[in-house]
């Protein structure tokens, strides 16, 4: 079996884009005809210090990213020791996630003599979202001109240094003009901005990804504030690309590719697996990496396939081939692995193929769980794990009826996106509620309320008794009630189970569930195997390190960046507050905390409008939140939590929010 993407980037080929989605291929420039070169002059210091390594690896970084003219790029000595130069500002941003649509935030940053023609000032009056602009340097040709320039500052060298502290939230509003985020607020704490939305972190001074979800980072720019105005230096280019690709190390092994062995195998290129091998590259790691998976894609935003069922699978790509050719990131696709061996460290792929490791993550995921009632086998019963299986359940459920087999989040996701698309749509649930377990009753109930609204039928409290078909097509759902709904697709959405039947004889420690148990570091009980993702326990820092299973896509991006770290032995440990939301007839659902075992829900607003937020208490502490249009609450509390503070239950039953005043705004 050979590797299905491991060539390196050649000069000249695709270079990476915005998050998931390769750029165009930039023309190449032709060279300027030699120039003769100027006498030496006899006296004072070169005006460009010769690159070190920090300083050529970050100038690759830069033509990666499209910046054609270093010169340009870098118009005054600036010591590389500070990477990209930067007293930097940056802004959080859905870089958090790469499919979902929204216009990524900026950050801000360069120190003021490396800008060309290139760069721009912005500048805000208050908190108005206006943009005026002018070159700074020597002027572009073309639109660029014709642009107002800012009176106090005419010339190049009357930048300050910048505090840009103060200006953040400010700042905040300017660069997030064309998008969603200036009706926005963010949660600001501890030296880093948390995304109101989705829950991602970025460190204020370098626009670094700290807390997950997502994979990017964000772009920096320089910050002046004068006055009632604030200045903003942006490059076009960085505006244009809204993220930036932390610089990465590539594979410098001679056998890369043609070896039966590897430096760190990866089983399973979900967000566990391709963050661990990026992580490994962020840190320098330029061993051979290998990631192999069961499915035909490479690494794709999985939890999409529930939200939008006819997103084809280059749209879920969270990156492009070119991506893994750069970086000497291997992939295999449909490799199924049967046997580890971990005393000769060696697994086995179910064609025969035997691979060597020294490092090895395990990250299978989970399989979804199947019915076991008469008729399961039959046409048009559906469970959804590729995007194959949902394309094809959106193309049959056009004007057909729809059956939908539990109420948790994939099912209800799935109802909701076809409602407009089936003729009619049924949810079967043995719980009396949806989400009754996760939600509470009354929470559940209200969204309940919604779908009936969109006009969802429920049948509560009973099961799936018999699939009836004719020739061999689904016809009709039997209920243990003794109803029968007609159906014509059903989708099965009633749980998982860990993909750990390979480790069962491998001498791998699994649970009595089939998950496999790892400490903080994401160790197993076997030296140099670390596991991650939807088929873990691990200890729930602050739930006094409670051994827990939470399958959310946020968890399983920081576990394998975790993993990636202690394979390097930098002995890092979990310590991420669980994050997730949903998206339901254009509604959005947040949730932080790990709420299981809660005792009791305070519900603040208004259920029946769906603008709420509901607390979930366990004695006298607050474990879990979740809020609909109640934006940023949740990420506040999760930015509490991680802060290691307990809310108590009475601070929250009053209704008084002033307890969050000082961790966010």
């Given at each position: 079996?050979?590797?299905?993407?491991?060539?390196?980037?050649?000069?000249?080929?695709?270079?990476?884009?915005?998050?998931?989605?390769?750029?165009?291929?930039?023309?190449?420039?032709?060279?300027?005809?030699?120039?003769?070169?100027?006498?030496?002059?006899?006296?004072?210091?070169?005006?460009?210090?010769?690159?070190?390594?920090?300083?050529?690896?970050?100038?690759?970084?830069?033509?990666?990213?499209?910046?054609?003219?270093?010169?340009?790029?870098?118009?005054?000595?600036?010591?590389?020791?500070?990477?990209?130069?930067?007293?930097?500002?940056?802004?959080?941003?859905?870089?958090?996630?790469?499919?979902?649509?929204?216009?990524?935030?900026?950050?801000?940053?360069?120190?003021?003599?490396?800008?060309?023609?290139?760069?721009?000032?912005?500048?805000?009056?208050?908190?108005?979202?206006?943009?005026?602009?002018?070159?700074?340097?020597?002027?572009?040709?073309?639109?660029?001109?014709?642009?107002?320039?800012?009176?106090?500052?005419?010339?190049?060298?009357?930048?300050?240094?910048?505090?840009?502290?103060?200006?953040?939230?400010?700042?905040?509003?300017?660069?997030?003009?064309?998008?969603?985020?200036?009706?926005?607020?963010?949660?600001?704490?501890?030296?880093?901005?948390?995304?109101?939305?989705?829950?991602?972190?970025?460190?204020?001074?370098?626009?670094?990804?700290?807390?997950?979800?997502?994979?990017?980072?964000?772009?920096k720019f320089q910050v002046k504030i004068e006055k009632e105005k604030v200045y903003v230096r942006a490059s076009k280019q960085a505006l244009q690309l809204q993220r930036r690709t932390k610089v990465m190390a590539k594979c410098i092994s001679p056998s890369a590719g043609y070896s039966s062995s590897t430096n760190v195998l990866i089983v399973g290129a979900g967000a566990a697996g391709l963050v661990c091998a990026?992580?490994?590259?962020?840190?320098?790691?330029?061993?051979?990496?290998?990631?192999?998976?069961?499915?035909?894609?490479?690494?794709?935003?999985?939890?999409?396939?529930?939200?939008?069922?006819?997103?084809?699978?280059?749209?879920?790509?969270?990156?492009?081939?070119?991506?893994?050719?750069?970086?000497?990131?291997?992939?295999?696709?449909?490799?199924?692995?049967?046997?580890?061996?971990?005393?000769?460290?060696?697994?086995?792929?179910?064609?025969?193929?035997?691979?060597?490791?020294?490092?090895?993550?395990?990250?299978?995921?989970?399989?979804p769980r199947t019915l076991s009632c008469k008729g399961k086998e039959m046409e048009n019963v559906f469970t959804i794990r590729t995007p194959e299986d949902a394309n094809r359940v959106v193309r049959l459920a056009r004007g057909r009826n729809v059956v939908i087999v539990g109420a948790g989040f994939l099912g209800m996701e799935v109802a909701a996106y076809l409602t407009e698309k089936a003729h009619s749509v049924s949810v079967v649930e043995l719980e009396e509620t949806p989400f009754r377990r996760f939600l509470g009753e009354r929470v559940g109930r209200a969204l309940m309320k919604m779908f009936e609204n969109n006009r969802v039928k429920f049948y509560m409290q009973t099961e799936v008794s018999e699939l009836r078909g004719q020739e061999g097509k689904l016809k009709e759902v039997v209920l243990k009630s003794s109803k029968v709904v007609r159906a014509d697709v059903c989708v099965v959405g009633i749980g998982a189970v860990a993909a750990t039947g390979f480790l069962r004889q491998s001498g791998i420690g699994l649970d009595s569930r089939g998950f496999i148990p790892v400490n903080k570091m994401m160790q197993t009980n076997v030296p140099g195997v670390f596991a991650a993702g939807d088929a873990v326990t691990f200890p729930l820092a602050w739930r006094n390190n409670r051994k827990v299973n939470i399958p959310h896509w946020q968890m399983a991006h920081a576990q394998g960046r975790v993993a990636a770290q202690n394979m390097l032995a930098q002995e890092a440990e979990m310590n991420t507050v669980p994050y997730l939301w949903t998206a339901m007839f254009g509604k959005s659902l947040r949730y932080a905390g790990y709420g299981e075992g809660f005792d009791d829900v305070i519900i603040q607003g208004d259920l029946e409008e769906l603008k709420f937020v509901a607390f979930y208490t366990k004695g006298d502490e607050v474990i879990a939140v979740a809020s609909m249009n109640y934006d940023p609450i949740v990420s506040k509390v999760a930015e509490v939590l991680a802060s290691g503070r307990a809310i108590r239950k009475r601070e929250v039953e009053t209704g008084d929010m002033s307890w969050l005043t000082g961790k966010g705004s």
């Amino acid at each position: 079996m050979s590797p299905t993407a491991h060539h390196l980037l050649r000069p000249g080929g695709a270079v990476l884009g915005a998050a998931g989605s390769p750029a165009a291929v930039q023309p190449q420039r032709q060279p300027r005809p030699a120039r003769a070169s100027p006498p030496p002059r006899a006296r004072g210091p070169k005006r460009f210090p010769s690159p070190g390594p920090r300083r050529a690896q970050v100038l690759e970084q830069l033509q990666q990213d499209g910046i054609s003219s270093i010169s340009k790029a870098f118009r005054g000595s600036s010591p590389m020791g500070d990477a990209l130069g930067l007293r930097q500002l940056p802004i959080c941003a859905p870089a958090c996630r790469p499919s979902s649509g929204h216009s990524p935030w900026v950050a801000v940053s360069p120190s003021p003599n490396q800008w060309s023609s290139r760069s721009r000032w912005c500048c805000l009056r208050k908190n108005e979202a206006r943009r005026s602009c002018r070159p700074v340097g020597r002027a572009a040709p073309g639109p660029t001109r014709a642009t107002a320039r800012p009176a106090t500052s005419t010339r190049r060298s009357a930048c300050p240094p910048l505090t840009p502290t103060p200006a953040l939230r400010i700042v905040w509003r300017l660069l997030s003009a064309t998008s969603r985020i200036s009706r926005m607020a963010s949660v600001l704490s501890r030296g880093r901005v948390r995304c109101p939305w989705h829950g991602a972190c970025f460190n204020i001074s370098t626009g670094d990804l700290e807390d997950f979800p997502g994979l990017d980072s964000l772009h920096k720019f320089q910050v002046k504030i004068e006055k009632e105005k604030v200045y903003v230096r942006a490059s076009k280019q960085a505006l244009q690309l809204q993220r930036r690709t932390k610089v990465m190390a590539k594979c410098i092994s001679p056998s890369a590719g043609y070896s039966s062995s590897t430096n760190v195998l990866i089983v399973g290129a979900g967000a566990a697996g391709l963050v661990c091998a990026e992580t490994l590259r962020q840190e320098g790691f330029s061993d051979r990496i290998v990631l192999c998976t069961l499915d035909r894609h490479l690494p794709y935003d999985r939890p999409k396939l529930s939200k939008s069922l006819d997103t084809q699978p280059e749209q879920l790509a969270l990156r492009p081939k070119e991506f893994f050719r750069a970086y000497g990131i291997e992939v295999l696709t449909e490799a199924q692995v049967v046997t580890v061996d971990v005393r000769n460290k060696k697994v086995v792929f179910k064609d025969g193929f035997k691979l060597e490791y020294s490092k090895l993550l395990l990250a299978p995921g989970s399989s979804p769980r199947t019915l076991s009632c008469k008729g399961k086998e039959m046409e048009n019963v559906f469970t959804i794990r590729t995007p194959e299986d949902a394309n094809r359940v959106v193309r049959l459920a056009r004007g057909r009826n729809v059956v939908i087999v539990g109420a948790g989040f994939l099912g209800m996701e799935v109802a909701a996106y076809l409602t407009e698309k089936a003729h009619s749509v049924s949810v079967v649930e043995l719980e009396e509620t949806p989400f009754r377990r996760f939600l509470g009753e009354r929470v559940g109930r209200a969204l309940m309320k919604m779908f009936e609204n969109n006009r969802v039928k429920f049948y509560m409290q009973t099961e799936v008794s018999e699939l009836r078909g004719q020739e061999g097509k689904l016809k009709e759902v039997v209920l243990k009630s003794s109803k029968v709904v007609r159906a014509d697709v059903c989708v099965v959405g009633i749980g998982a189970v860990a993909a750990t039947g390979f480790l069962r004889q491998s001498g791998i420690g699994l649970d009595s569930r089939g998950f496999i148990p790892v400490n903080k570091m994401m160790q197993t009980n076997v030296p140099g195997v670390f596991a991650a993702g939807d088929a873990v326990t691990f200890p729930l820092a602050w739930r006094n390190n409670r051994k827990v299973n939470i399958p959310h896509w946020q968890m399983a991006h920081a576990q394998g960046r975790v993993a990636a770290q202690n394979m390097l032995a930098q002995e890092a440990e979990m310590n991420t507050v669980p994050y997730l939301w949903t998206a339901m007839f254009g509604k959005s659902l947040r949730y932080a905390g790990y709420g299981e075992g809660f005792d009791d829900v305070i519900i603040q607003g208004d259920l029946e409008e769906l603008k709420f937020v509901a607390f979930y208490t366990k004695g006298d502490e607050v474990i879990a939140v979740a809020s609909m249009n109640y934006d940023p609450i949740v990420s506040k509390v999760a930015e509490v939590l991680a802060s290691g503070r307990a809310i108590r239950k009475r601070e929250v039953e009053t209704g008084d929010m002033s307890w969050l005043t000082g961790k966010g705004s």
